[in-house]
């Protein structure tokens, strides 16, 4: 059974705090994801990884920064949490870029 | 940036009804899918179809393409109570049609 999984379902962080979300997935994509959802504006893309060590901006990149040293691994970290930052964040892999998109469970942050 | 756009926002029905939802686009894609979230959770994917496709079957789904239009539609026919969720589309829009961008859903309860 295919799987991405996240570091946690729930987080509180305090404001400045440095936040690292992690994700991992089982199925060997090349490509990974990571998106936050907030109500009525849908999935918005942050960051995206198409190979190891690779890195592409998404539509909402300013304040996070991700880190893919392994393949099967992709990290979001938020440098100095802050208010507007609290949100549903979701990893998601695939095969090709525009394939198929396999989602984790998401973690819901909370910045206060 | 959002590409593809979900009509209705919300959609309430008794069971056994059917569910229609549509997603309109603005840009030529290769594709378009659907995806299903339950409440809190990660997306699932649900169908794929491509633009040279005009129509799709899978179970209980019933996928529409229209490129004329740059529209499809996504029908649930004898919808269950287990079928409450938000549905998404998806399309591989970008400058190179190398990511999905999202719509903002629609919310689906279905009455038992």
């Known amino acids: 059974d295919v799987k991405v999984t996240q570091s946690s379902r729930y987080l509180v962080k305090r404001t400045g705090e440095k936040v690292f979300l992690e994700c991992v997935q089982d199925?060997?994509?090349?490509?990974m994801f990571w998106y936050r959802q907030d109500p009525g504006l849908g999935l918005r893309l942050i960051y995206f990884?198409?190979?190891?060590?690779?890195?592409e901006k998404g539509d909402i990149p300013e304040g996070y920064s991700v880190s893919r040293e392994k393949k099967e691994r992709f990290s979001l970290i938020l440098e100095s949490a802050s208010t507007n930052q609290t949100s549903m964040y979701l990893c998601?892999?695939?095969?090709?870029?525009?394939?198929?998109?396999?989602f984790g469970p998401g973690t819901r942050l909370t910045v206060l | 940036s959002q590409q593809g756009e979900e009509d209705p926002q919300a959609l309430s029905i008794q069971e056994g009804e059917n569910a229609t939802m549509n997603c309109s686009y603005k840009?030529?894609?290769?594709?378009l899918q659907w995806y299903r979230q339950n409440s809190g959770r990660g997306l699932v994917h649900l169908i794929l179809?491509?633009?040279?496709?005009r129509e799709k079957h899978s179970g209980r789904l019933r996928v529409t393409l229209d490129t004329s239009k740059k529209s499809s539609s996504l029908l649930i026919t004898a919808s269950r109570a287990a079928d409450t969720a938000s549905y998404f589309c998806?399309?591989?829009?970008?400058?190179?049609?190398?990511?999905?961008?999202f719509g903002a859903g629609t919310i689906l309860r279905v009455k038992s």
């Open positions: 998601a892999s695939s095969f090709g870029l525009a394939d198929e998109q396999f």
């Open positions: 998806a399309t591989d829009a970008g400058e190179y049609g190398n990511k999905l961008v």
């Open positions: 179809i491509r633009s040279n496709e």
């Open positions: 840009t030529s894609i290769n594709n």
């Open positions: 199925m060997d994509h090349e490509n």
């Open positions: 990884s198409y190979d190891v060590k690779m890195k």
